[in-house]
C-alpha cells in the first residue's frame, strides 16, 4: 500500500515563530487532507488539497503532486496550535481509503 | 449545530463483553467511516459505507460488525471483547472525494 512519512515527527516552537511541516507520499494521489488533532483529541480538518496552494488564515498548505510532497505552514504560531498533524492520502484507484501519516507533534510554548 | 456524533464518549467493559458504538450525522454526507486510533496515535481505517453499503473492510476482525441502518447513521458492534481492542474509536464522514469529518472518538478501555 502506499507509504506516508512526516516530518519532523517533534516540533517545539516559541509562541509568534513559523513552522513548515511536511508529508512525502509514495504514489499517485487523488485526495490529500490535512487534520490538526487538538490536545482534547479532536480531529479537524484543515485542508482538503490534492493540489496547488490553499490558505486559511494563519495555515497555509502546499502539494505538489507530481514530486509526491505537501507542505503545511503555519505563521505566527499560538499555543492553541498544539497538537499533533495529520497528513492523509487517497491512492488513485482506492476510492475513500484515506492512509494516514504518523503525524507531527508540535508543541508552541510561551 | 451540524456535526458527527457518537456515544458513548467513554467506554470501560470486560473483556469478553459485547459493546456498541453509534454514530450520526447530519452534514448530508453520503460516506461514512470507522477509525481505530492506538496509543501511538496512528490511525487506520476500518471500514467505509457509501449510501449504506459496505465499501471497504480493512482485514478487520470479524467480531467487529458495522451496521448502517440508513446513510446518517453508522454503528460498530463488537462481539468478545478483548485487551487489543483498546483504542480509540473515530467516526466520520464525508462526501465521496472530499474532505472528512470527525466525530469526537469514543476511548474503548478493555479490561
Known amino acids: 500500500g502506499i507509504q506516508v512519512e512526516q516530518s519532523p515527527p517533534d516540533l517545539i516552537l516559541q509562541e509568534g515563530a513559523n513552522s513548515t511541516l511536511r508529508c512525502n507520499f509514495s504514489?499517485?494521489?487523488?485526495?490529500l487532507q490535512w487534520f490538526h488533532q487538538n490536545p482534547w483529541g479532536q480531529l479537524i480538518n484543515l485542508f482538503y488539497?490534492?493540489?496547488g496552494t490553499k490558505q486559511n488564515g494563519r495555515l497555509s498548505a502546499t502539494t505538489v503532486a507530481t514530486e509526491r510532497y505537501s507542505l503545511l505552514y503555519i505563521s505566527s504560531s499560538q499555543t492553541t496550535d498544539s497538537g499533533v498533524y495529520f497528513c492523509?492520502?487517497?491512492?488513485?484507484?482506492?476510492?475513500?481509503?484515506?492512509?494516514f501519516g504518523t503525524g507531527t507533534r508540535l508543541q508552541v510554548t510561551l | 449545530d451540524t456535526a458527527v456524533s457518537q456515544t458513548p464518549k467513554y467506554l470501560v467493559t470486560q473483556m469478553g463483553n459485547d459493546k456498541s458504538i453509534k454514530c450520526e450525522q447530519n452534514?448530508?454526507?453520503?460516506?461514512m467511516y470507522w477509525y481505530k486510533q492506538d496509543s501511538k496515535k496512528f490511525l487506520k481505517i476500518m471500514f467505509s459505507?457509501?449510501?449504506?453499503?459496505?465499501?471497504i473492510n480493512e482485514t478487520v476482525p470479524n467480531r467487529f460488525s458495522p451496521k448502517s441502518p440508513d446513510k446518517a447513521h453508522l454503528n460498530l458492534h463488537i462481539n468478545s471483547l478483548e485487551l487489543g481492542d483498546s483504542a480509540v474509536y473515530f467516526c466520520?464522514?464525508?462526501?465521496?472525494?472530499?474532505?472528512?469529518?470527525f466525530g469526537n472518538g469514543t476511548r474503548l478501555t478493555v479490561t
Open positions: 466520520a464522514s464525508s462526501l465521496m472525494g472530499q474532505g472528512l469529518h
Open positions: 504514489d499517485s494521489v487523488n485526495n
Open positions: 488539497i490534492p493540489s
Open positions: 492523509a492520502v487517497e491512492n488513485t484507484g482506492t476510492a475513500s481509503k484515506l492512509t
Open positions: 452534514l448530508g454526507h453520503d460516506t
Open positions: 459505507y457509501n449510501n449504506k453499503e459496505l465499501i
